[in-house]
T-cell receptor
Framework: DADVTQTPRNRITKTGKRIMLECSQTKGHDRMYWYRQDPGLGLQLIYYSFDVKDINKGEISDGYSVSRQAQAKFSLSLESAIPNQTALYFC???????????FGPGTRLTVL | AQSVTQLGSHVSVSEGALVLLRCNYSSSVPPYLFWYVQYPNQGLQLLLKYTSAATLVKGINGFEAEFKKSETSFHLTKPSAHMSDAAEYFCAVSPRSSNTGKLIFGQGTTLQVKP
């Protein structure tokens, strides 16, 4: 089984809808991250969390919110989706005292 | 602010030829440096990383990268390309001064390997 899982893998929605993307990990890592990937731009950090009570904004947090329900779960929400949020979204985890992030398989989100 | 530049959004090589993917960073203090690979419809996988000590870093699948402080570069190489190397490659940095682990990514380079 994969260590970092994301659901759904693909989602098509309409402008104005609320969407939640979920990330779960079995690695026991404390740190979790959400990135979005756009063609030609690489990955950009949306939010990150060091534990359930520690949530931090990344470079492009506007229009997004997150919830760390447990150490193993980190959800990303789009309160009112807009077309320019169409992208590939990745969750990543990192353990304490380490420097390597482990990525999930990604969620492809299309906002019409 | 730190930034990462990958020269060439697309690189095409023949099978068996040298692979060279370029990465330059902007930082007065050398950051931690990473190369990730993304195969189609998959997440990112760490190829190799430079955190300290040895400037020539060996990674998985025959890849290696050399950290050159004077050139602020961390180019990725492989002596002989395989068809299975076709993927997108990302260079990323993480500032040493930060304990957040945040990664700053380059824009990516798509590697095409021709038979």
């Amino acid at each position: 089984d994969a260590d970092v899982t994301q659901t759904p893998r693909n989602r098509i929605t309409k402008t104005g809808k609320r969407i939640m993307l979920e990330c779960s990990q079995t690695k026991g890592h404390d740190r979790m991250y959400w990135y979005r990937q756009d063609p030609g731009l690489g990955l950009q950090l949306i939010y990150y969390s060091f534990d359930v009570k520690d949530i931090n904004k990344g470079e492009i947090s506007d229009g997004y919110s997150v919830s760390r329900q447990a150490q193993a779960k980190f959800s990303l929400s789009l309160e009112s989706a807009i077309p320019n949020q169409t992208a590939l979204y990745f969750c990543a985890t990192m353990g304490p005292g380490t420097d390597t992030q482990y990525f999930g398989p990604g969620t492809r989100l299309t906002v019409l | 602010a730190q930034s990462v530049t990958q020269l060439g959004s697309h690189v095409s090589v023949s099978e068996g030829a040298l692979v060279l993917l370029r990465c330059n960073y902007s930082s007065s203090v050398p950051p931690y440096l990473f190369w990730y690979v993304q195969y189609p419809n998959q997440g990112l996988q760490l190829l190799l990383k430079y955190t300290s000590a040895a400037t020539l870093v060996k990674g998985i699948n025959g890849f290696e990268a050399e950290f050159k402080k004077s050139e602020t570069s961390f180019h990725l190489t492989k002596p002989s390309a395989h068809m299975s190397d076709a993927a997108e490659y990302f260079c990323a940095v993480s500032p040493r001064s930060s304990n957040t682990g945040k990664l700053i990514f380059g824009q990516g380079t798509t590697l095409q390997v021709k038979p």
